[in-house]
């Protein structure tokens, strides 16, 4: 039996590691953060960091660590581990002496004034007034956006071409205690549903919006109809960074199988929930509870891998779609022959993207590096030339017993900072499952060559 388990073990392609030769010196820079979200290099040469739950926004002196509070946000509302203050974008002329300091937020908020309960997302602008080295003068974007209690998405970024881009989840529908609301990642407005700024298929998406939250005049024309979504069907995308050619990665987190690294291309469809990762019937079959029939969804008790026999199951090789787009890579996918509910979770459950550029690091420059907080790793996949793709195996650094939210890079590539979760669940060095955090609440610096 002990060299059954060994075997069953080894064919988690999770656990089987492939770790890169370099050498790094590791130290705590921080570790007094509530919950980081979003790492950020500055142009003052600070690390700009959100704390979700805290609301703050902070610049890290990377030098000593030591920290100052930009932003302190009082209106914002937060009660799960994917709500808060999340996503971060720095405009490119902020500090640059061109009148455009602009920091962009997006936050989880309570719409409903009285004592009931409406989550919403809103992205907000603020004006970095350098000599109070604060954010001043709010100007909310774009609000009313649809969140809930899961899959909450909340990246943001800008792109070269100056929009913003956003990422919302699914809300956690189908899904654990969200079982039975349907699930809207491939639901698209109408014409009228945006003339009546009716947002609430905005879930499972990329939005893509100008500096005033207006809706970009070039958006792809999806479903027939003009509107912020940028590419559709999509779980829960925690990280996008912009690499060369203004093409825009993102990571994305599956199910029990399947987290994805994607090149997000306007007006395509990335699959979920009828397929996760590669459409191979490998791991995954769409089963929607919200259409459970004749017992209603209600009546059931909910078992992911498991769904009784009156929750509608269609395979991925049944579905297929004219803008479908696989992803360039998964973290990973259940291999041929084996069963999810013998390996168990084969996800990493990734956290925040970056692009390494620079030359200091021998092969690593077009590299994506990619947090796993499941793992405790970074992951780096090397892009081809043109960027389309990855070529070769993830290669791994830092584990550690942490959850590793997001990283940034020093702009001349020796330095890695790595934001961890507060709490959760990640791997230990022999890939057993712990809560038991080594670093909670930090950002630890990775120094090349040491
Ligand atoms: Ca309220
Ligand atoms: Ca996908
Ligand atoms: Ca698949």
Request: hydrophobic letters at 35%; a negative charge; one cysteine or more.
């Amino acid at each position: 039996m002990l060299t059954a388990a060994i075997v069953l073990h080894a064919q988690n392609p999770r656990d089987q590691h492939n770790t890169g030769p370099e050498a790094f010196a590791s130290r705590v820079l921080a570790s007094d953060l509530e919950n980081p979200w979003t790492v950020l290099w500055g142009p003052d040469g600070y690390l700009w960091i959100t704390e979700r739950t805290a609301f703050r926004v902070k610049r890290v002196n990377p030098a000593d660590g030591s920290a100052k509070v930009a932003l302190a946000l009082t209106d914002g509302y937060q009660a799960v581990v994917q709500d808060g203050l999340m996503g971060m974008a720095l405009h490119p002329d902020l500090l640059q002496g061109r009148g455009r300091d602009y920091v962009f937020i997006a936050y989880t908020y309570d719409a409903d004034a009285g004592p009931g309960l409406t989550r919403r997302l809103r992205v907000r602008r603020y004006t970095y007034d350098r000599s109070s080295a604060a954010l001043t003068a709010p100007t909310d974007v774009l609000d009313n956006l649809p969140a809930h209690d899961d899959h909450g998405g909340g990246a943001l970024a800008i792109g070269p071409d100056g929009k913003l881009y956003l990422s919302r989840g699914d809300l956690g529908a189908n899904f654990l205690a969200n079982y039975c609301m349907p699930l809207r990642a491939q639901d698209l407005p109408g014409a009228r549903d945006v003339q009546a700024k009716d947002w609430s298929t905005y879930q499972g998406k990329v939005l893509r919006m100008n500096l005033d939250g207006s809706i970009p005049a070039d958006n792809p024309s999806v479903g027939g109809v003009r509107s912020h979504i940028y590419t559709y069907g999509h779980r829960n995308i925690q990280g996008l960074v912009f690499g060369p050619g203004g093409r825009l990665y993102a990571s994305e987190h599956g199910p029990s199988s399947d987290d994805e690294i994607n090149l997000l291309a306007a007006g395509k469809n990335y699959g979920w929930p009828d397929v996760a990762g590669f459409n191979d019937d490998r791991g995954y079959v769409y089963a929607n509870w919200s259409k459970s029939a004749p017992e209603p969804c209600q009546s059931l008790t909910f078992n992911n891998l498991n769904p009784p026999a009156s929750v509608p199951q269609v395979k991925e090789s049944a579905w297929s779609h004219p803008d479908f787009v696989p992803p360039l890579v998964t973290l990973f996918t259940v291999p041929v022959g084996q069963d999810l509910r013998a390996i168990g979770n084969v996800t990493i459950g990734p956290g925040g993207i970056d692009l390494y550029t620079a030359p200091a690091i021998p092969d690593w420059s077009q590299s994506l590096l990619v947090t796993g907080m499941r793992t405790g790793i970074v992951y780096r996949l090397k892009l081809n030339a043109e960027g389309t793709g990855v070529s070769g195996p993830p290669v791994e650094y830092f584990q550690s017993a942490d959850r590793y939210r997001d990283l940034a890079i020093s702009p001349d590539g020796r330095r890695i900072f790595v934001a961890t979760d507060n709490f959760g669940t990640t791997s230990d060095a022999s890939g057993a499952r712990t809560e038991k955090l080594v670093h909670p609440g930090a950002l630890v610096e990775f120094t090349y060559g040491k």
